[in-house]
């Protein structure tokens, strides 16, 4: 497993733009790939937006994207727009 | 605060129903779905918001509102041709200001309420994606005011605005999105869908991601909101009746009625209909109207109005005079008005189709009745509230209070403003304290889920975090309990004019009696009343009863078993209660505490019930239950409460030296399963576990002494305290499945009850220690604790063992050597029961050993196969029971499980 956006550090600030990177690197991902979101606390709609981008290129490139740390909060706004099924998840 | 106008339009409407999606684009149903998409994803983004974070937003929309509560009524008037500019800046104003006053310290985030009594806690939960209708009547008003709940209760909007004023709704919700975004709420929070159409509507009502409809517009839109399958929230027609009482403030009324109904031109749907007045005030009420600018109608000009206003097709009234001033309508249809003339005023003589006028008229158009009777008042006040008003406001002004409180009896009203203004009475926050809204709800009357002003509650799901309660439990005990040998020299400081003995012709004969009579009071006198030595039956209570009325007994002295306390504590209700009804009072209960039948508190006399027993086992001395044998109709009545326990109890060995040894072990065996049951009831506390500990070292350990020696003055005494110590146990735990089970037996086969109990105990004991098929339900104890209990039993009576299976084979071989030593049959087949007889009363006494309110305490619910299985172990006999305790209950530790 590779961790697609090694040297950010992915945060409130970061996240859309980390998550926009990830679906950049998917190409170059073998199999599986790593997004950790261990210090995202809150997300928005553009992240939103990032991440159902994503989730449709790693179904395209038949990669498998695990989202790392996902707090609860984040994780339920993945719940209520369905996204939380594309991605998997690790603690 | 939308009118929901019972126009002709309204109807068209409603006819379209159910609404065809089907007829809609390709393209349109994309763009639909992207509104939808939009608003779900600001929905959920929404839900990681602080109520800090929210209250930032909402204060700074607020103040949009207020800044733009003239431009956006101006845009209403222009666009809708509706209504007065002037009074939509006040509605506008409102629908900020005054909502915002009331939701501003509110929590809607998290917990938003904690009741600590009852150890509740309510959580907000969002509900997501709204889709909002808007009315032509109040357009920027309610834009104002829904915006503000959503993201009070972070949730997103989809408007949808009636197309005749969408221009203006637009703006307002651009103001309050622009506004919103720049204060940190989440990209796509509202949107407003552009050419808004009824398939557009019923397509989006449908939509999967849609969570609630919040449809203030006319009655179709409502009644389609409804049928959508969704949860909604609407609001119904009002017409709303005004009764003017003779009583009130005319000139306060005449003044309140002019503003309501005339402001923004009568579109608010909560105002004045039709005002029902007293006769003894009606021409001055009519002059006070026409002294302050209303016109008063003529017959003919009233003819006129109803031809015109109305349609005489529909019912309803025209649209063109929606809204409109007084004096346009007036020169509309040809009436002949001065220039000021704000209310035309139209006298009828009844309500409905007959009476065109009494319908709901959203213009300054107010019929009035003359009626000659709060009566008559009355029900014309129903009968406008059941034409098309039902569940929506109504008005009242009087200062007769009792006038005032039937007013709000007969009418079917979510609002019922009294002595004020009716439109923006039912605003709420202004005339008085209903919570400010923009949404009537209608109850069911108006086809509605609330009758509530509409608010933020309804915008959100409310979550209740209920954690387990400590329920207050009771240690309940007569208030004085002498023992030991002589114990009945206490007697004499119950001071007493006349005491009833109430005893059986033996004890009388072996002088027990004498010994009581010995030790009363001196001065009393005494009477004795001698029952059968059997469970009391009806006729033998109604005899004592007479006996003690007759005597004016003012002290009463049960003196033998259990079933001479029982009859005595009967006797004792019904000479005090003399209309308890003994047969209401034995219906079944679950809990005690939550009974539906309720003991008499009223006496109409008193007396005090001491009690001796003569026999070491049923307790009845301290116990709140009494038996009584209804022979005529060949069943018994259980009677619990704790008015029945006696006052005094005087637990005197000396009364149960000469007890035969077969009543010794049968009493005495009855007082072990006492302490048993009650020791692993569901509702054993610390204090009935110290007394059932108790009881039960003492059976153990005197019983046999007392059975083999009768004349062992130290048995027989500690025979007798554990009798009562095991009876205050279960007086306030219960017993359980066991008694359950030898009541059933007993009473079908004629067996002792001590002896039915004994063919049970060890079967019950292993059947309770094992893994429950199912555990019965008690927020009294906290896992699964009766094998533990067992267990404890055993250590405590030194029965050894190393696990807790152990400790409870332990307990019931102790138990069985027990019974063999006390000369018990080892089962029901020795008592020479055959097999088919037995199996022929199978049914009948599983029902009834499943009827018994004994078990309801068990620490396992017993089911009906489980309790046929336990008949049938008894049949075969003892030797076989032991403890099946589950590994995983076995592994709790009696320290876990302490007691």
């Known amino acids: 497993m590779t961790s697609i956006a090694e040297g950010i550090e992915i945060n409130d600030q970061t996240v859309t733009a980390a998550v926009e990177l990830a679906g950049e690197k998917l190409n170059s991902a073998q199999g599986e790939t790593m997004l950790d979101f261990s210090f995202v606390r809150r997300i928005d709609a553009s992240t939103l937006r990032a991440l159902e981008e994503l989730a449709r290129l790693a179904d395209e490139k038949e990669v498998k994207v695990t989202l790392k740390g996902v707090c609860v909060d984040v994780y339920k706004v993945l719940k209520l727009v369905r996204l939380s099924r594309r991605f998997s998840f690790v603690s | 605060m939308e009118a929901a106008m019972a126009t002709k339009e309204a109807v068209q409407e409603r006819i379209q129903i159910p609404l065809n ?30 109520q800090a974070d929210v209250d930032r937003i909402v204060k700074p929309m607020v103040m949009a509102g207020l800044e733009q509560a003239q431009h956006l009524a101006r845009l209403a008037v222009e666009e809708t041709r509706l209504g007065v500019m002037e009074d939509k ?36 939960e ?106 909604a929230l609407g ?29 923004d031109n009568g579109t608010i749907c909560a105002s004045e209909q039709t005002v029902v007045i007293d006769d003894e005030i009606y021409d001055a009420v009519l002059k006070k109207f026409a002294d302050l600018g209303a016109h008063i109608c003529n017959e003919k000009e009233t003819r006129v109005l109803e031809r015109t206003v109305i349609d005489p097709e529909t019912g309803f009234m025209q649209p063109m005079a929606v809204g409109q001033k007084a004096i346009d309508i007036a020169r509309f249809v040809g009436l002949s008005v ?40 009355l029900k014309v006040c129903v009968d406008v509230n059941h034409s098309g008003g039902l569940g929506h406001t109504a008005v009242i002004f009087s200062r007769n209070d009792e006038v005032i409180r039937k007013f709000g009896e007969v009418i079917n009203a979510g609002r019922i403003i009294v002595n004020s203004p009716g439109s923006i009475g039912a605003l709420g926050a202004v005339y008085n304290d209903l919570v400010p809204t923009f949404s009537f709800g209608c109850g069911t009357g108006g086809g509605n889920s609330t009758t509530d002003n509409v608010n933020i509650y309804h915008y959100l799901n409310i979550k209740r975090l209920a954690r387990r309660t400590q329920n207050h439990m009771w240690f309940r005990v007569p208030n004085q309990i002498y023992f030991n040998m002589n114990a009945v020299e ?101 809990d005690l505490r939550k009974r539906v039948v309720e003991y008499p508190t009223e006496k109409s006399t008193r007396a005090r019930l001491i009690a001796i027993p003569t026999t070491s086992g049923t307790g009845s001395e301290v116990t709140p239950f009494a038996v009584l044998t209804d022979k005529e109709n060949g069943r018994k009545v259980t009677l619990a409460d704790y008015s029945l326990t006696p006052d005094v109890a005087i637990v005197d060995p000396q009364f149960v030296m000469s007890m035969p040894k077969g009543l010794t072990a049968d009493t005495g065996i009855d007082c072990l399963t006492h302490a048993l049951e009650a020791g692993v009831s569901n509702y054993a506390s610390p204090y009935t576990d110290s007394c059932a500990l108790q009881a039960l070292q003492l059976a153990f350990k005197y019983l046999p002494i007392a059975f083999e020696n009768p004349r062992d003055e130290e048995a027989r005494s500690m025979m007798h305290n554990a009798s009562c110590i095991a009876a205050m146990a279960f007086s306030n735990a219960s017993v359980g499945v066991n008694h359950a089970l030898a009541h059933a037996f007993g009473a079908r086969f004629g067996v002792a009850h001590g002896r039915a109990n004994a063919l049970m105990l060890p079967h019950v004991i292993s059947y309770n220690a094992s893994v429950p098929t199912k555990f019965m339900p008690s927020p009294y104890t906290q896992g699964y604790v009766a094998h533990t209990k067992y267990a404890t039993f055993a250590d405590l009576l030194g029965l050894g063992g190393n696990s807790v299976e152990e400790k409870v084979t332990n307990l019931i071989r102790a138990i069985e050597q027990l019974l063999d030593k006390l000369g018990f049959p080892k089962s029901i087949a020795e008592l020479g029961i055959s097999k088919e007889e037995f199996e022929r009363a199978i049914p009948e006494l599983a029902k009834n050993a499943f009827d018994d309110p004994s078990w309801r305490s068990n620490p396992r619910m017993p089911l009906m196969t489980e309790v046929v299985e336990l008949f049938w172990q008894a049949y075969a006999g003892r030797g076989q029971a032991k403890a099946k305790v589950a590994p995983s209950l076995a592994a709790s530790t009696l320290e876990e499980q302490a007691l």
């Open chain 2, 21 to 50: 999606p089907e007829s809609l684009s390709a393209e349109r149903i994309a763009y639909l779905d992207d509104l939808v998409r939009q608003a779900k994803a600001a929905a959920a983004v929404f839900t990681q918001f602080t």
């Open chain 2, 89 to 124: 800046v006040i509605k506008n104003m409102v629908a900020s200001e005054f909502v915002y006053n009331y939701v501003k310290d509110k929590r809607t985030v998290g917990v938003i309420r904690e009741y600590p009594e009852r150890n509740l806690a309510e959580i907000a």
């Open chain 2, 126 to 231: 969002p509900i997501g994606v709204l889709f909002s209708l808007t009315p032509i009547t109040n357009p920027t008003s309610t834009v104002l005011f829904k915006c503000t709940m959503a993201i009070k209760t972070r949730n997103a909007v989809i408007f949808s605005p009636h197309p005749k004023a969408w221009r203006c709704c637009s703006e307002a919700v651009k103001i309050m999105y622009e506004t919103a975004r720049k204060h940190g709420a989440p990209e796509g929070v509202f949107t407003c869908l552009e050419s808004p159409t009824l398939p557009d509507n019923a397509y989006l009502m449908k939509h999967k991601d849609v969570a609630l409809i919040d449809a203030t517009g006319g009655p179709g839109a409502v009644k389609a909101a409804y049928s959508s399958g969704k949860p």
């Open chain 2, 235 to 263: 609001v119904g027609p009002g017409n709303t009746p005004v009764y003017l009482e003779k009583s009130a403030d005319i000139n306060t009324a005449v003044v309140d009625i002019i503003i309501s109904k005339t402001f």
């Open chain 2, 338 to 377: 001065k220039a000021n003339t704000k209310l035309l005023i139209a006298p009828i003589q009844g309500v409905g189709r007959e009476h065109p006028l009494s319908v709901e008229k959203l213009f300054p158009v107010l019929s009035v009745y003359r009626a000659k009777s709060v009566n008559e008042a």
């Open chain 2, 490 to 590: 206490n007697l004499g400081q119950f001071t007493s004019t006349c005491t009833i003995i109430v005893t059986n012709a033996p004890l009388e004969r072996i002088g027990h009696v004498d010994i009581v009579r010995r030790n009363v009071c001196p001065k009393t006198h005494v009477h004795v009343v001698v029952i059968p030595d059997a469970e009391p039956e009806v006729k033998v209570i109604a005899q004592g009863v007479e006996a003690l009325n007759f005597y004016k007994a003012d002290q009463i002295i049960a003196l033998g078993g259990g079933s001479v306390i029982d009859a005595a504590k009967i006797m004792k209700l019904k000479y005090e209660s003399p209309e308890a009804d003994l047969e209401y009072l034995a219906a079944p209960f679950l």
